[in-house]
């Protein structure tokens, strides 16, 4: 029978030992999970799902958007042709690398460490011709003293280079001193440990045949080689003879210890951290695969995520680039970085037409310009670049005129 060989027999004499408190947290440790404390790093946080999720919806909506160079001219916005910009911007970044995947990786950087920064690099005659992200996590930033100015210290593949800070550009997850950045794995450290540390009592509690630990209790005294022995036939069952009787002799009982998933309010939990990584991101939980919304709530909540979380970010890297890409006489003639958004709403067939029906009728787009932004062809002839209103629009001087 189980543990028939593992049991001798009783002895008359008592044994007790003492343990401190480090080695009662010890043991527990090591009942219910693996002994080891969790690392709260981006191995650890890409592998929980609504983390990875939300950091892939949001570099993915960043490295989309296209930014261009454009120029006031009067109540007109003029693009302009630089070549060595809309290169580095439109066509490619670095010999490596897309614009799109540029931009990615820089959010990247953000999301897990604060800032993600682009080393803008320049020509002798001050154009930028090169932009290459760097590794946040290799990056430490030292102040001078003397002269109040910070330096950027990277040492890549055991290359060291110090940047001045007009030398990069910085994309801020968080910061609240501007040289600085706090990221995900600071600003939810405690919500990805307490995630990971679910997911690994899952694992653990399927590896040991969806049992939860628990105790022999044995009418008898044993000396520590016995209760070795009592252990190891018992784990035996509960692992190689899962799914099978067990039978206890000599007056064992087994005690369970812990609380099952239905307890602990497992599903629950994890649920929780879903809602918890949507309000550290913005990201709407419908994104991240949850919640029951409507068609509707959810269209709205997408307009919601563009304008409350990604426009701060399109912003912030349009007054940045502005200041570090362009020339002073560029900024002195007006010119700045403009980011177009609307490329993450275009939406279905029917959402896309009405709007352009709304901005033709009320005269902001003519026909060409909406045909541009399907890709499509201008009307030939010219008429396509006409504005258009409907008639029953009109000005409240026109109506006093009666015209």
């Given at each position: 029978m189980l543990l028939n060989r593992a049991m001798r027999n009783p002895r008359n004499s008592q044994e007790s030992n003492s343990m401190t408190w480090e080695e009662v947290q010890q043991w527990f440790k090591n009942t219910f999970f693996n002994g080891d404390e969790l690392d709260v790093g981006v191995h650890t946080a890409e592998t929980l799902s609504p983390v990875a999720a939300a950091h892939r919806i949001l570099t993915n909506s960043f490295g989309l958007i296209p930014f261009g160079v454009y120029r006031k001219d009067g109540d007109e916005r003029v693009p302009v042709n630089d070549d060595n910009l809309s290169h580095v911007l439109k066509v490619r970044p670095?010999?490596?690398?897309?614009?799109?995947?540029?931009?990615?990786?820089?959010?990247?950087?953000?999301?897990?460490?604060?800032?993600?920064?682009?080393?803008?690099?320049?020509?002798?005659?001050?154009?930028?011709?090169?932009?290459?992200?760097?590794?946040?996590?290799?990056?430490?930033?030292?102040?001078?003293?003397?002269?109040?100015?910070?330096?950027?210290?990277?040492?890549?593949?055991?290359?060291?280079?110090?940047?001045?800070?007009?030398?990069?550009?910085?994309?801020?997850?968080?910061?609240?001193?501007?040289?600085?950045?706090r990221g995900m794995l600071q600003l939810a450290r405690e919500v990805i440990a307490a995630d990971g540390m679910a997911q690994r009592y899952n694992k653990k509690f399927y590896q040991n045949g969806a049992r939860i630990s628990g105790i022999v209790e044995v009418d008898a005294d044993a000396d520590p080689e016995t209760r070795d022995r009592i252990k190891e036939e018992f784990k035996g069952f509960a692992s190689a003879d899962a799914f099978k009787v067990a039978v206890l002799d000599h007056t064992m009982k087994y005690n369970p210890i812990g609380l099952n998933q239905s307890d602990a309010q497992y599903i629950e939990s994890r649920g929780f951290t879903v809602e918890e990584i949507s309000r550290f991101t913005g990201i709407p939980k419908y994104m991240l695969q949850t919640g029951k919304e409507s068609y509707d709530s959810n269209a709205q909540q997408r307009v919601d995520y563009v304008t409350d979380t990604l426009i701060p970010y399109v912003t912030q890297w349009e007054q940045e680039n502005t200041y570090k890409l362009l020339t002073k006489d560029q900024k002195q003639t007006g010119c700045y970085l403009h980011g177009n958004v609307s490329v993450l709403?275009?939406?279905?067939?029917?959402?896309?037409?009405?709007?352009?029906?709304?901005?033709?009728?009320?005269?902001?787009?003519?026909?060409?310009?909406?045909?541009?932004?399907?890709?499509?062809?201008?009307?030939?002839?010219?008429?396509?670049?006409?504005?258009?209103?409907?008639?029953?629009?009109?000005?409240?001087?026109?109506?006093?005129?009666?015209?």
């Open positions: 670095n010999a490596n690398m897309s614009p799109f995947l540029c931009r990615k990786i820089i959010m990247s950087n953000a999301f897990w460490r604060g800032f993600g920064a682009c080393w803008n690099v320049q020509n002798q005659l001050g154009q930028v011709v090169e932009r290459i992200p760097l590794p946040t996590d290799c990056c430490s930033i030292r102040l001078d003293k003397n002269t109040g100015q910070y330096w950027y210290d990277y040492i890549v593949d055991g290359v060291r280079r110090t940047f001045s800070a007009f030398e990069l550009s910085f994309l801020f997850f968080e910061s609240y001193d501007g040289i600085h950045g709403l275009r939406g279905d067939d029917v959402s896309r037409s009405n709007f352009y029906q709304k901005m033709i009728q009320n005269g902001i787009y003519n026909p060409d310009e909406c045909r541009a932004l399907e890709e499509r062809n201008a009307i030939p002839g010219g008429i396509g670049k006409k504005f258009l209103a409907t008639k029953n629009l009109g000005s409240l001087e026109s109506i006093v005129k009666g015209k």
